[in-house]
T-cell receptor, first 112, second 115 residues
Framework: GEDVEQSLFLSVREGDSSVINCTYT??????LYWYKQEPGAGLQLLTY???NMDMKQDQRLTVLLNKKDKHLSLRIADTQTGDSAIYFC????????????WGLGTSLAVNP | DTAVSQTPKYLVTQMGNDKSIKCEQN?????MYWYKQDSKKFLKIMFSYNNKELIINETVPNRFSPKSPDKAHLNLHINSLELGDSAVYFC??????????????FGNGTRLTVT
Protein backbone atom coordinates (compact mmCIF):
# COMPACT_ATOMS: atom_id res chain seq x y z
CA GLY A 1 0.00 0.00 0.00
CA GLU A 2 0.94 3.64 -0.01
CA ASP A 3 3.45 4.69 2.59
CA VAL A 4 5.41 7.79 3.54
CA GLU A 5 8.44 7.53 5.81
CA GLN A 6 10.48 10.10 7.66
CA SER A 7 13.07 9.98 10.38
CA LEU A 8 11.52 11.00 13.68
CA PHE A 9 14.12 13.38 15.11
CA LEU A 10 16.65 15.93 13.91
CA SER A 11 18.80 18.23 16.00
CA VAL A 12 20.80 21.13 14.57
CA ARG A 13 22.61 24.21 15.82
CA GLU A 14 21.21 27.65 15.21
CA GLY A 15 22.55 29.08 11.97
CA ASP A 16 23.24 25.67 10.42
CA SER A 17 21.19 24.17 7.60
CA SER A 18 18.59 21.52 8.37
CA VAL A 19 17.69 18.78 5.94
CA ILE A 20 14.56 16.76 6.59
CA ASN A 21 14.11 13.70 4.41
CA CYS A 22 11.04 11.80 3.31
CA THR A 23 10.53 8.73 1.15
CA TYR A 24 7.29 7.55 -0.37
CA THR A 25 6.17 4.47 -2.23
CA UNK A 26 3.40 5.67 -4.52
CA UNK A 27 4.76 6.32 -8.00
CA UNK A 28 1.57 8.10 -9.06
CA UNK A 29 2.04 10.91 -6.54
CA UNK A 30 1.05 14.27 -7.96
CA UNK A 31 1.67 16.76 -5.20
CA LEU A 32 4.00 16.42 -2.25
CA TYR A 33 3.64 18.69 0.74
CA TRP A 34 5.56 19.83 3.77
CA TYR A 35 3.50 20.87 6.76
CA LYS A 36 4.86 22.45 9.94
CA GLN A 37 3.36 21.97 13.39
CA GLU A 38 4.53 24.29 16.13
CA PRO A 39 3.99 23.26 19.76
CA GLY A 40 0.35 23.42 20.79
CA ALA A 41 -0.85 24.41 17.33
CA GLY A 42 -2.38 22.87 14.25
CA LEU A 43 -0.48 22.01 11.11
CA GLN A 44 0.28 24.72 8.60
CA LEU A 45 1.23 24.23 4.99
CA LEU A 46 4.86 25.22 4.58
CA THR A 47 5.46 24.45 0.94
CA TYR A 48 4.60 21.94 -1.75
CA UNK A 49 6.02 20.65 -4.99
CA UNK A 50 4.36 19.20 -8.05
CA UNK A 51 5.69 15.86 -9.18
CA ASN A 52 6.98 17.19 -12.51
CA MET A 53 9.36 19.54 -10.72
CA ASP A 54 12.65 18.57 -9.13
CA MET A 55 13.30 21.67 -7.08
CA LYS A 56 11.39 24.52 -5.53
CA GLN A 57 12.92 27.39 -3.58
CA ASP A 58 11.10 29.79 -1.31
CA GLN A 59 13.33 32.11 0.73
CA ARG A 60 15.12 29.89 3.28
CA LEU A 61 13.31 26.76 2.15
CA THR A 62 14.45 24.46 -0.65
CA VAL A 63 12.46 21.40 -1.63
CA LEU A 64 14.19 18.72 -3.67
CA LEU A 65 12.31 15.89 -5.34
CA ASN A 66 13.97 12.80 -6.75
CA LYS A 67 11.06 11.08 -8.43
CA LYS A 68 13.12 8.10 -9.54
CA ASP A 69 14.10 7.30 -5.95
CA LYS A 70 10.78 8.60 -4.54
CA HIS A 71 12.72 10.85 -2.20
CA LEU A 72 11.69 14.30 -1.02
CA SER A 73 13.75 16.62 1.13
CA LEU A 74 13.22 19.95 2.83
CA ARG A 75 16.25 22.10 3.43
CA ILE A 76 16.00 25.03 5.82
CA ALA A 77 18.91 27.45 5.48
CA ASP A 78 20.19 29.43 8.48
CA THR A 79 17.95 27.50 10.88
CA GLN A 80 16.51 29.59 13.69
CA THR A 81 15.09 28.59 17.08
CA GLY A 82 11.66 29.54 15.72
CA ASP A 83 12.02 26.72 13.22
CA SER A 84 11.78 24.18 16.05
CA ALA A 85 8.65 22.20 15.22
CA ILE A 86 7.42 18.93 13.79
CA TYR A 87 7.61 18.72 10.01
CA PHE A 88 5.21 16.39 8.23
CA CYS A 89 5.68 15.13 4.72
CA UNK A 90 2.49 14.21 2.84
CA UNK A 91 1.70 13.03 -0.64
CA UNK A 92 -1.43 13.12 -2.73
CA UNK A 93 -1.75 10.70 -5.60
CA UNK A 94 -3.74 10.98 -8.81
CA UNK A 95 -6.04 8.08 -8.03
CA UNK A 96 -7.28 9.11 -4.61
CA UNK A 97 -6.81 12.84 -4.59
CA UNK A 98 -9.07 13.45 -1.66
CA UNK A 99 -6.78 11.62 0.71
CA UNK A 100 -3.32 12.60 1.79
CA UNK A 101 -0.84 9.97 2.88
CA TRP A 102 1.11 11.33 5.83
CA GLY A 103 4.52 10.63 7.24
CA LEU A 104 4.92 10.30 10.99
CA GLY A 105 6.60 13.70 11.29
CA THR A 106 10.18 14.77 12.00
CA SER A 107 10.71 16.68 15.22
CA LEU A 108 13.32 19.38 14.57
CA ALA A 109 15.16 20.75 17.59
CA VAL A 110 17.26 23.86 17.06
CA ASN A 111 19.91 24.43 19.70
CA PRO A 112 21.29 27.92 20.37
CA ASP B 1 -11.74 35.72 11.46
CA THR B 2 -10.09 32.36 12.08
CA ALA B 3 -10.22 30.16 8.99
CA VAL B 4 -10.84 26.79 10.67
CA SER B 5 -12.07 27.00 14.23
CA GLN B 6 -12.83 24.15 16.55
CA THR B 7 -14.30 24.13 20.02
CA PRO B 8 -13.55 23.41 22.73
CA LYS B 9 -9.77 23.79 22.83
CA TYR B 10 -9.51 21.55 25.87
CA LEU B 11 -11.91 18.84 26.98
CA VAL B 12 -11.45 16.82 30.16
CA THR B 13 -14.03 14.18 30.89
CA GLN B 14 -14.53 10.84 32.56
CA MET B 15 -14.69 7.44 30.98
CA GLY B 16 -18.12 6.47 29.75
CA ASN B 17 -19.27 10.01 29.03
CA ASP B 18 -20.47 11.29 25.65
CA LYS B 19 -18.91 14.45 24.23
CA SER B 20 -18.89 16.51 21.05
CA ILE B 21 -16.29 18.63 19.31
CA LYS B 22 -17.41 21.28 16.85
CA CYS B 23 -15.64 22.57 13.77
CA GLU B 24 -16.44 25.42 11.41
CA GLN B 25 -14.56 26.80 8.42
CA ASN B 26 -15.13 30.12 6.70
CA UNK B 27 -12.89 29.46 3.70
CA UNK B 28 -15.63 28.31 1.36
CA UNK B 29 -14.04 24.86 1.17
CA UNK B 30 -16.18 21.89 0.30
CA UNK B 31 -14.24 19.15 2.05
CA MET B 32 -13.68 18.77 5.77
CA TYR B 33 -11.73 16.26 7.82
CA TRP B 34 -11.18 14.94 11.30
CA TYR B 35 -7.70 13.80 12.27
CA LYS B 36 -6.47 12.22 15.49
CA GLN B 37 -2.97 12.93 16.76
CA ASP B 38 -1.74 10.64 19.50
CA SER B 39 0.81 11.32 22.24
CA LYS B 40 3.65 10.43 19.86
CA LYS B 41 2.39 13.08 17.42
CA PHE B 42 1.36 10.48 14.83
CA LEU B 43 -1.41 11.87 12.65
CA LYS B 44 -4.25 9.64 11.45
CA ILE B 45 -7.22 10.57 9.35
CA MET B 46 -10.56 9.53 10.79
CA PHE B 47 -13.23 10.96 8.51
CA SER B 48 -13.69 13.21 5.53
CA TYR B 49 -16.85 14.86 4.23
CA ASN B 50 -17.33 16.47 0.85
CA ASN B 51 -20.38 18.69 0.57
CA LYS B 52 -21.97 16.95 3.55
CA GLU B 53 -21.30 13.50 2.09
CA LEU B 54 -19.02 11.05 3.90
CA ILE B 55 -16.15 10.12 1.57
CA ILE B 56 -13.47 8.79 3.88
CA ASN B 57 -14.20 6.61 6.87
CA GLU B 58 -11.07 5.00 8.21
CA THR B 59 -11.11 2.18 10.74
CA VAL B 60 -12.66 4.11 13.59
CA PRO B 61 -14.84 2.64 16.37
CA ASN B 62 -18.57 3.13 15.95
CA ARG B 63 -18.51 5.26 19.08
CA PHE B 64 -17.22 8.07 16.85
CA SER B 65 -19.89 9.67 14.72
CA PRO B 66 -19.24 12.67 12.50
CA LYS B 67 -22.07 14.97 11.49
CA SER B 68 -22.00 17.61 8.78
CA PRO B 69 -25.08 19.86 8.87
CA ASP B 70 -23.66 21.93 6.01
CA LYS B 71 -20.40 22.11 4.13
CA ALA B 72 -18.98 24.72 6.53
CA HIS B 73 -19.43 22.55 9.61
CA LEU B 74 -18.22 19.12 10.64
CA ASN B 75 -18.85 18.00 14.20
CA LEU B 76 -17.52 14.92 15.94
CA HIS B 77 -19.55 13.12 18.56
CA ILE B 78 -17.93 10.48 20.72
CA ASN B 79 -19.98 8.03 22.80
CA SER B 80 -18.82 6.04 25.80
CA LEU B 81 -15.40 7.65 25.98
CA GLU B 82 -12.44 5.42 26.74
CA LEU B 83 -8.96 6.19 28.10
CA GLY B 84 -7.47 5.43 24.67
CA ASP B 85 -9.50 8.23 23.13
CA SER B 86 -7.23 10.75 24.82
CA ALA B 87 -5.50 12.63 22.02
CA VAL B 88 -5.54 15.88 20.12
CA TYR B 89 -8.26 15.99 17.49
CA PHE B 90 -7.74 18.24 14.50
CA CYS B 91 -10.33 19.50 12.09
CA UNK B 92 -9.18 20.51 8.62
CA UNK B 93 -10.69 21.66 5.35
CA UNK B 94 -9.67 21.86 1.72
CA UNK B 95 -10.95 22.56 -1.75
CA UNK B 96 -11.64 19.56 -3.93
CA UNK B 97 -12.56 19.17 -7.53
CA UNK B 98 -10.76 21.21 -10.14
CA UNK B 99 -7.02 21.09 -9.59
CA UNK B 100 -5.31 18.53 -7.44
CA UNK B 101 -3.49 21.25 -5.56
CA UNK B 102 -5.73 21.57 -2.55
CA UNK B 103 -3.72 21.82 0.63
CA UNK B 104 -5.36 21.32 3.98
CA UNK B 105 -6.07 24.11 6.39
CA PHE B 106 -6.05 22.93 9.99
CA GLY B 107 -7.74 24.12 13.13
CA ASN B 108 -5.69 24.49 16.30
CA GLY B 109 -6.86 21.21 17.75
CA THR B 110 -8.95 19.99 20.66
CA ARG B 111 -7.00 18.26 23.40
CA LEU B 112 -9.23 15.54 24.79
CA THR B 113 -8.26 13.96 28.11
CA VAL B 114 -10.28 11.03 29.36
CA THR B 115 -9.80 10.18 33.03
Amino acid sequence: GEDVEQSLFLSVREGDSSVINCTYTDSSSTYLYWYKQEPGAGLQLLTYIFSNMDMKQDQRLTVLLNKKDKHLSLRIADTQTGDSAIYFCAERNAGNNRKLIWGLGTSLAVNP
Amino acid sequence: DTAVSQTPKYLVTQMGNDKSIKCEQNLGHDTMYWYKQDSKKFLKIMFSYNNKELIINETVPNRFSPKSPDKAHLNLHINSLELGDSAVYFCASSLTGGGLDSPLHFGNGTRLTVT
